[in-house]
Every structure is written in C-alpha cells, then in structure tokens.
C-alpha cells in the first residue's frame, strides 16, 4: 500500500491554526529536534504567516520556514529531507505551484510525500494535491504555465465550497467548465471540512464535502466516508 498521509483543510482553523497544529502534533511529539517545513509560498505577505505559526508551534516543534525566492533548490531540499512533517498553507493557488515547479523543487517534494512524509495543507496547499489545479478558483495574477499539481491525489480539490445552496450553484456552474476538458472528480471542501488520505485511503473526517464526478450529480460526503474515485 502506498504510505500516503495528508491531512488536507479548507481553512486552518478558528481565526487561528489549531486544526493545522492538531494535524501535526502526533510526527513531533516525543521526537528529538522536531521540525516542520513551512511553505507559505501560496501569500506574497509571507512573513505574516510566520510569526503566527511559529508562536503556535512553540514548546511543539521547530518551524523551518522556505522561500523559493531566497533559498536554493537544494537547500529546500536539505530542509524537506531532515523535516517531520510538510506544513503547506494558503493564498493564491497559481502563484504556489508556480513557486513550486519555477524553484525546481516540484520533483523532490512530490517524490517525498510519495514515500511517506506527512502533508499537512489547507486551501491553495491543499488545492496542489490533485493532477492539476485548474479547479482553483483563484486568478492566475502570477501569469503561470505550470498548471501539472503533485498528483497525490487522483481527486482535483475545490476549497471553500460554500454551504448555501445559492452559493452552491454559482460555484457548480463555474466548476462545470472544468469537465468539457478533464474527467477526475472534484472534492469540493467547505471550510469545515478535514479530509484525510491514508494509502489509497480517502476520508472525510469531519465537516461538509461534496464529491462531483463527470457526468453524474455530485454527492454530499457523510463524516467517516470512505472516498472512492
């Protein structure tokens, strides 16, 4: 079975991080030096990110922040090779995985959480994990071409999918453009949702989600549903 293990959120928590932390509490405990990996690369205000995770994490782990711009692909990838666990969080989904693929790091950090490296993401960090990300709901400001996600996932993800039925159907008539050009499914994740992969495994832990898959009605998730494609 395939060691995959994310823990992917629509939003962090409650105008905090909790749900992040709580994701990655059981790779730092009880471990000498724990570390996450800290990739804001999806915010142009990085260093507001960073303040507030690192003040959540303290007495927890210690938190190694990347920039694309200012570190080297291999010093990335010295930072993802020693890490306990890969904290990717949000901002616009075209400006991260333009990072990720421009910075030559897209290969490694794939080849990683493939082997087993824990990933804990919300919106745009959660949005990578999928074939591609033009389910993004996000503007491509950045002027990207890499579209290609870590494909981790055999889903395409849509963060913060609205609970009311009006804001359903403008979200579902916009989503449907994706399918006159690919044929996965879509996850779409309220932001209380919590999905978790196991393997092969696909869970909705907690929260709202909907399953949308070609040609058929989407389906609302039940919490402790097994997610299959």
């Not at 993401?121 to 996000?138: E, R, T």
């Not at 870590?150 to 889903?155: A, D, E, I, Q, R």
């Not at 993800?157 to 006159?180: I, M, N, R, T």
């Not at 499914?185 to 209380?192: G, R, S």
Request: with cysteine.
């Amino acid at each position: 079975m395939s060691p995959l293990n994310l823990h992917l959120f629509s939003v962090p928590g409650k105008m905090d991080i909790r749900y992040i932390v709580e994701a990655c509490r059981p790779y730092l405990e009880k471990k000498d030096d724990p570390t996450v990996a800290f990739l804001p690369l999806a915010s142009l205000y990085a260093e507001r990110w960073l303040e507030v995770t690192k003040a959540s994490f303290k007495n927890l782990g210690r938190v190694e922040n990347i920039s694309a711009e200012l570190m080297s692909q291999k010093e990335i990838e010295a930072v993802l090779r020693d890490c306990s666990v890969v904290y990717i969080s949000g901002g616009n989904t075209f400006l991260l995985n333009h990072r990720l693929h421009a910075s030559g790091i897209m290969p490694y950090l794939k080849k990683k959480i493939q082997a087993g490296l824990p990933l804990v993401a919300f919106s745009a960090g959660a949005m990578i994990c999928g074939p591609n990300i033009l389910s993004s709901y996000d503007m491509n400001t950045v002027g990207t071409n890499f579209f290609e996600g870590l494909n981790v996932s055999p889903f395409n993800f849509s963060c913060h999918y609205p609970l009311d039925a009006h804001g359903q159907s403008v979200k579902d008539e916009w989503l449907q453009d994706y399918y006159f050009f690919n044929d996965n499914p879509i996850l779409m994740l309220c932001d209380n949702a919590y999905l978790k992969v196991e393997g092969t495994k696909t869970t909705l832990v907690r929260g709202e989600a909907y399953l949308w898959r070609k040609d058929e009605e989407k389906e609302k998730l039940e919490e402790g549903q097994l997610i299959k494609v």
